[in-house]
């Protein structure tokens, strides 16, 4: 059977594994891997100022992984440059085996629940209730329209995007901004958030369905040009 | 052959779209999005609403935020200088 005839695996999403690419993004990741663990070795050599180089692309990313679990802009803010100074300090234990920026964030991800728990002075232990076993049911459409134009402006839609995540419960916001807006794996966004790998797969299914249901339920989301997934 | 239910492919839709399933569940489940519009088009709307939020243009940083992590560590390389 042709594969390629239904929905291929999260086309363009950033971070998922397409299996026909395999080779390739392995490769690829090498290289990223050796380049970074050349310029790291360079930064510890001495010449500091190179810790821009690895910083300055991810920047968004640390931003937002504070944000999700933070949810204010003042603790995001200082959090990253906390997380941004620690991961300059502890550079010498980065040991290359993976990308820094997800080193990095996981660093992002441990400092900003630390600052949650001191902010609410609650036990981690609340955020970690078991999660809800109930099933979530997406809501049902016959047809998804396709309309091939972006009617709302980029800036809109950005809106309507942070509004979807605020919706959404903390423990599905996480795993979501961290595994699908910032690129983490399963496996680092387990060790991220400290829940196990099927908690993240359990939390997952449910905060996509519901920032579908998020897009679904207003009517102008028609006219964003959702249509079929193409390979 | 076993066939999936609209509940089963509901539960695996983040598995699928993650490719983390084995080729048979994943053969089962490609089999009922030909015949099952209803999960086809879950399917599609899922993934294109993931689409948009891995674009990570869409989300700005606060004004002047490089600026300052610029500064911050600034400071902090002279530090480790002297």
């Given at each position: 059977?042709?594969?390629?005839?239904?929905?291929?695996?999260?086309?363009?999403?950033?971070?998922?594994?397409?299996?026909?690419?395999?080779?390739?993004?392995?490769?690829?990741?090498?290289?990223?891997?050796?380049?970074?663990?050349?310029?790291?070795?360079?930064?510890?050599?001495?010449?500091?100022?190179?810790?821009?180089?690895?910083?300055?692309?991810?920047?968004?990313?640390?931003?937002?992984?504070?944000?999700?679990?933070?949810?204010?802009?003042?603790?995001?803010?200082?959090?990253?440059?906390?997380?941004?100074?620690?991961?300059?300090?502890?550079?010498?234990?980065?040991?290359?085996?993976?990308?820094?920026?997800?080193?990095?964030?996981?660093?992002?991800?441990?400092?900003?629940?630390?600052?949650?728990?001191?902010?609410?002075?609650?036990?981690?232990?609340?955020?970690?209730?078991?999660?809800?076993?109930?099933?979530?049911?997406p809501i049902?459409?016959?047809?998804?329209?396709?309309?091939?134009?972006?009617?709302?402006?980029?800036?809109?839609?950005?809106?309507?995007?942070?509004?979807?995540?605020?919706?959404?419960?903390?423990?599905?916001?996480?795993?979501?901004?961290?595994?699908?807006?910032?690129?983490?794996?399963?496996?680092?966004?387990?060790?991220?958030?400290?829940?196990?790998?099927?908690?993240?797969?359990?939390?997952?299914?449910?905060?996509?369905?519901m920032?579908r249901d998020y897009?679904v339920?207003?009517?102008?989301?028609?006219?964003?040009?959702?249509?079929?997934?193409?390979? | 052959?076993?066939?999936?239910?609209?509940?089963?492919?509901?539960?695996?839709?983040?598995?699928?779209?993650?490719?983390?399933?084995?080729?048979?569940?994943?053969?089962?489940?490609?089999?009922?999005?030909?015949?099952?519009?209803?999960?086809?088009?879950?399917?599609?709307?899922?993934?294109?609403?993931?689409?948009?939020?891995?674009?990570?243009?869409?989300?700005?940083?606060?004004?002047?935020?490089?600026?300052?992590?610029?500064?911050?560590?600034?400071?902090?390389?002279?530090?480790?200088?002297?």
């Amino acid at each position: 059977m042709d594969s390629t005839l239904t929905c291929p695996p999260a086309v363009g999403l950033r971070g998922f594994v397409r299996m026909q690419n395999t080779l390739v993004t392995e490769s690829e990741n090498d290289l990223v891997l050796k380049g970074e663990r050349a310029l790291v070795a360079e930064i510890l050599a001495g010449n500091h100022e190179r810790y821009y180089e690895l910083i300055a692309p991810i920047q968004r990313r640390v931003y937002y992984t504070a944000y999700a679990i933070l949810r204010t802009a003042a603790d995001a803010e200082e959090v990253s440059q906390e997380a941004i100074l620690k991961g300059f300090r502890a550079l010498h234990t980065f040991r290359g085996e993976a990308r820094f920026s997800s080193w990095l964030l996981s660093i992002v991800a441990n400092e900003s629940r630390m600052r949650l728990r001191q902010r609410r002075e609650v036990s981690l232990e609340l955020l970690k209730s078991p999660d809800n076993e109930d099933e979530y049911t997406p809501i049902e459409l016959a047809e998804w329209r396709e309309i091939a134009v972006e009617a709302l402006a980029q800036k809109e839609l950005a809106a309507h995007l942070e509004e979807a995540l605020a919706s959404l419960p903390e423990i599905y916001r996480e795993v979501l901004i961290l595994r699908d807006i910032n690129g983490l794996t399963i496996a680092e966004t387990s060790a991220a958030l400290e829940i196990s790998m099927p908690a993240v797969k359990t939390r997952l299914l449910r905060a996509r369905l519901m920032v579908r249901d998020y897009f679904v339920s207003r009517s102008w989301a028609r006219h964003l040009g959702f249509g079929k997934a193409q390979p | 052959m076993i066939t999936l239910s609209c509940e089963e492919v509901r539960r695996e839709i983040s598995n699928y779209l993650d490719d983390d399933m084995s080729p048979r569940k994943r053969r089962l489940l490609e089999t009922h999005l030909e015949q099952c519009r209803k999960c086809a088009v879950l399917l599609d709307s899922t993934h294109n609403v993931l689409v948009l939020l891995a674009d990570e243009h869409r989300f700005e940083l606060p004004a002047g935020f490089s600026l300052r992590v610029r500064q911050m560590l600034a400071k902090e390389f002279e530090k480790a200088k002297s």
